[in-house]
């Protein structure tokens, strides 16, 4: 049986919202909404569900799509869902692509930081709205977590551009001080706007947790402001109704740094039953279409940290021409720079290897440096092409023969069985796609397929 919505809990919504009270905690008793949002990078020759489609979400920007759906399909047996062909998303935690004009940015970002990042739902917005110059640093924490954000990082942009790290905030401070243009704080929080999905939230809950959640939102975000770059914005969010943790975390940080509020209101126009503050915009399930969600953004006016020293540390090593000429399989050359880090050789940029090298000299956690497009796993077969490499457009490079299943061969091979074809393949390693989106990657030998679907991403039902 469900836990009833606390007493205390509807009684403090009472004091805080008179409004509108009753119909968020009414909310709270029926099922959530289900949304998800297309990757942009992929393209699809019909929707994903498209029979349960149940209306576009009208807050995300032009570019990207997504759309509610009318009942909760089992996404786990659908093989587009493994491949990052779209990201099962709250329609209110897409509510970053709403605002991201209102940020008015006068130089592109160098260097953005999603500090509190798994399962990575934020960080995939991110990589999608950020320009493609611009580094996105993921950090997550928990171990665990940390595992599953670099899975669908890895799947929706072959986690491009990107440093993922395991690591507690104030581990990253010495490394990132006065560097980042851009830092999400996704919080975390009490959870009070994701009790109708969360039985934890309402288990969970007391005035305690909320005191206990506010004092953990501080000690990040003072990590947070000593990070950030001169004119860096703060993106402050959480999945809570609470003011605590809201407008009133949002006051303590004008309270006590140096720093302006961006003004959210129009975006609240875009967004049917939204409200703005005057601090941020709040989403309250029962009243949007969507679960709860917080979310201001703050500039930095003055400088809390002056970067300690431009990062000058020993660079990577690059993979020498010999090796890279010795990727048969990545057939037309490309601009890019190369790097051979353990046995896997990644595409970095300039910047990213002396952010990268620096981390390595504060023996950061590095869950993964950037794009991996091929590993060494048996050496007497040299560099095979990496799982990473399917999910980025350097794919289209490589010349992989393709092996193309359907719907329940593709979940035999998304669960690590073997595969046997009555086509001959090709010897040698060939990528498995499914309604021509890349899966993963198989060893032909001519008439059987050994199966090198990633063991930790294998499916379970
Ligand atoms: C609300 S979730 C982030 C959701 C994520 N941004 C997304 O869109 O998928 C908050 C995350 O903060 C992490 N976290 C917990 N305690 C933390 C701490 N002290 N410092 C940083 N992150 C923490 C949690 O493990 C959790 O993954």
């Not at 959530?32 to 990078?41: D, G, I, K, T, Y």
């Not at 809201?246 to 049917?272: F, G, K, T």
């Not at 720079?337 to 050789?345: C, F, L, N, S």
């Not at 390693?429 to 990657?441: E, F, K, M, N, S």
Request: with cysteine; net charge negative; proline share 7%.
């Amino acid at each position: 049986m469900q836990t009833p919505v606390p007493s205390e809990l509807k009684a403090k919504l009472a004091q805080a919202y008179p409004e509108h009270a009753s119909r968020i905690v009414e909310a709270l008793e029926t099922p959530p909404s289900v949304s998800l949002r297309l990757n942009p990078a992929r393209t699809l020759s019909a929707h994903p569900f498209a029979e349960l489609e149940d209306g576009t979400i009208p807050w995300l920007p032009t570019e990207l799509e997504g759309y509610w759906l009318s009942e909760r399909p089992t996404f786990a047996l659908d093989p587009l869902w493994h491949a990052g062909a779209y990201y099962v998303q709250d329609a209110s935690a897409m509510t970053l692509a709403t605002i991201w004009e209102q940020l008015g940015w006068h130089e592109t970002p160098k260097l953005a930081l999603d500090l509190c990042a798994a399962p990575g739902g934020k960080s995939t917005l991110l990589r999608d709205l950020l320009p493609a110059e611009t580094l996105l640093v993921s950090n997550e924490i928990l171990p665990k977590r940390c595992k599953i954000l670099v899975e669908n990082m890895v799947k929706w942009c072959g986690a491009d551009q990107m440093i993922i790290t395991q690591e507690e905030p104030q581990r990253l401070t010495p490394w990132l001080q006065g560097f980042c243009d851009l830092i999400l704080v996704d919080a975390p929080c009490s959870g009070e706007g994701l009790m109708r999905r969360d039985e934890e939230a309402r288990r969970m809950w007391s005035p305690q947790l909320v005191a206990d959640c506010v004092t953990r939102q501080r000690s990040i975000l003072q990590e947070a402001m000593r990070m950030l770059a001169p004119e860096g914005v703060l993106l402050y969010a959480t999945c809570t109704l609470n003011q605590e943790e809201n407008d009133q975390m949002v006051q303590w940080l004008l309270d006590n740094y140096p720093c302006e509020l961006i003004d959210l209101s129009h975006c609240a126009e875009r967004i049917a039953g939204a409200c703005a503050t005057s601090y941020g915009l709040h989403l309250w399930p029962g009243i949007v279409r969507g679960e709860g969600q917080y979310l201001a953004a703050l500039r930095l006016t003055d400088i809390v940290e002056t970067p300690s020293e431009t990062h000058k540390a020993k660079g990577l090593t690059r993979t020498s021409r010999q090796t890279f000429d010795s990727l048969s399989w990545l057939s037309k050359a490309t601009s890019a720079d190369y790097y051979t880090i353990g046995e896997r050789i990644y595409q970095l940029t300039p910047e990213a290897t002396q952010h990268l090298a620096e981390a390595y000299k504060h023996r950061l956690a590095i869950a993964t440096p950037g794009l991996e497009i091929a590993s060494m796993r048996h050496q007497a077969k040299g560099y095979e092409p990496s799982f990473a490499l399917l999910h980025h457009p350097l794919y289209a490079t490589a010349g992989l023969p393709a092996l193309e299943l359907p719907l329940q061969e593709a979940l035999r091979y998304l669960r690590g069985e073997a595969l046997t074809t009555e086509t001959p393949t090709e010897r040698g390693v060939t990528v498995i796609t499914y309604r021509g989106i890349p899966l993963g990657l198989a060893h032909s030998t001519g008439a059987r397929l050994n199966n090198l679907y990633p063991k930790p991403y294998r499916l379970r039902i």
